[in-house]
């Protein structure tokens, strides 16, 4: 009798240290291969692996995969397009790529998955950015992006392989229709939240047009990965949670980084990211309030260290400080960009 009250609790136990095992496991398979191999934009694929491996969801099917990566190489493709024969035409290109922004942001409301979102911003974001530099590079970053989205997929299928749930625990649940989703919101709160998002971008893309500011490019993308999670931000004092969670995440890569300065080893940045995968994953599966901003931290930490040591990195220590400078004006421009556009758009009886 007794034996059968605490079998659920222990099954309940079980499941969650697999979960963060698994957590562990595959953000450092993520983190080895980014940096050994080292290709273009190469360190997002440990933050974006995060995506899947972060939630209780099952592992995308073969079909799935197929149909994410053909998206993304869509996507890279309209890329290199819109840099070819909008570029040099603001009145034209600008507004084209906010309209496709927000019908980006709305399919997400409307429950696209997250992660293909992701990678489609980042293409049309970055890839016309970097031709107005380089056009072979916005080539190579094309590339980079679709080998990225490959490699992301690879790690997440091996580790699911490796550590596969029980048998029954995703019955009737996919992976583009999420355990424990939150309720559909109405059309109207869709569009509210994607027109946020929008807002929220355009402007700093505008600014980045104009005056090129490639070599900041980070600050960008990241902008545009906070603004996907409008809930965490639609005013001042949610949005603190955001600040928190990111200063965590620059502090515990500031120590990561500086443990690498002493031991320059590529096995103890592998062992730094394991053990840095458990102790954040025990508490982004930990239920609590505060877990999702332990997700946010480890994906700071991945971000910075992942692009500031790879195989090809010069100058790393005035890097890492610089992408913690860096990734903080990115969520203080985002926490209060929401929060001033949350003002203006409350309804009046709110």
């Given at each position: 009798?007794?034996?059968?009250?605490?079998?659920?609790?222990?099954?309940?136990?079980?499941?969650?240290?697999?979960?963060?095992?698994?957590?562990?496991?595959?953000?450092?398979?993520?983190?080895?291969?980014?940096?050994?191999?080292?290709?273009?934009?190469?360190?997002?694929?440990?933050?974006?692996?995060?995506?899947?491996?972060?939630?209780?969801?099952?592992?995308?099917?073969?079909?799935?995969?197929?149909?994410?990566?053909?998206?993304?190489?869509?996507?890279?493709?309209?890329?290199?397009?819109?840099?070819?024969y909008l570029l040099p035409y603001p009145l034209v290109f600008l507004p084209f790529v906010g309209l496709v922004l927000f019908r980006l942001f709305h399919a997400k409301e409307s429950g696209a998955p997250a992660l293909l979102v992701t990678w489609m911003i980042i293409a049309l974001l970055a890839i016309p950015l970097l031709a107005m530099t380089s056009a072979a590079l916005a080539n190579l970053v094309?590339?980079?992006?679709?080998?990225?989205?490959?490699?992301?997929?690879?790690?997440?299928?091996?580790?699911?392989?490796?550590?596969?749930?029980?048998?029954?625990?995703?019955?009737?649940?996919?992976?583009s229709a999420p355990t424990g989703a939150p309720p559909p919101t109405s059309a109207a709160e869709r569009l509210r939240s994607a027109t946020l998002s929008t807002?929220?971008?355009?402007?700093?893309?505008?600014?980045?047009?104009?005056?090129?500011?490639?070599?900041?490019?980070?600050?960008?993308?990241?902008?545009?990965?906070?603004?996907?999670?409008?809930?965490?931000a639609k005013n001042f004092k949610v949005g603190g949670a955001m600040v928190i969670g990111n200063v965590i995440g620059g502090a515990a890569a500031i120590v990561f980084y500086e443990l690498l300065v002493v031991s320059p080893l590529y096995e103890l940045l592998i062992l730094l990211t394991l053990l840095g995968g458990l102790f954040f994953g025990a508490r982004v599966f930990s239920g609590e309030k505060t877990a999702p901003l332990y997700g946010m931290a480890f994906s700071t930490v991945l971000l910075i260290i992942g692009s500031t040591t790879t195989s090809t990195s010069s100058g790393a220590e005035g890097k890492v400080y610089m992408r913690v400078l860096q990734i903080m004006v990115a969520v203080v421009y985002v926490v209060t960009a929401f929060g001033v556009l949350d003002r203006f758009v409350r309804p009046k009886d709110a």
């Open positions: 009798m007794s034996s059968s009250a605490v079998t659920p609790g222990i099954a309940t136990t079980s499941l969650v240290s697999l979960r963060v095992f698994r957590y562990a496991v595959g953000s450092t398979l993520a983190m080895a291969i980014a940096m050994g191999v080292d290709w273009q934009l190469s360190f997002l694929a440990p933050v974006l692996a995060l995506s899947f491996l972060g939630t209780p969801t099952p592992r995308p099917t073969v079909r799935e995969g197929v149909a994410f990566l053909a998206t993304i190489g869509l996507a890279c493709f309209a890329g290199l397009l819109l840099a070819r094309a590339l980079g992006i679709v080998f990225g989205a490959a490699v992301t997929l690879g790690i997440v299928w091996l580790t699911y392989g490796l550590l596969p749930d029980p048998p029954g625990t995703h019955d009737g649940v996919t992976a807002a929220v971008v355009c402007p700093l893309f505008v600014a980045f047009y104009l005056f090129q500011w490639t070599g900041a490019l980070l600050i960008l993308i990241f902008v545009a990965l906070l603004s996907m999670q409008p809930a965490f």
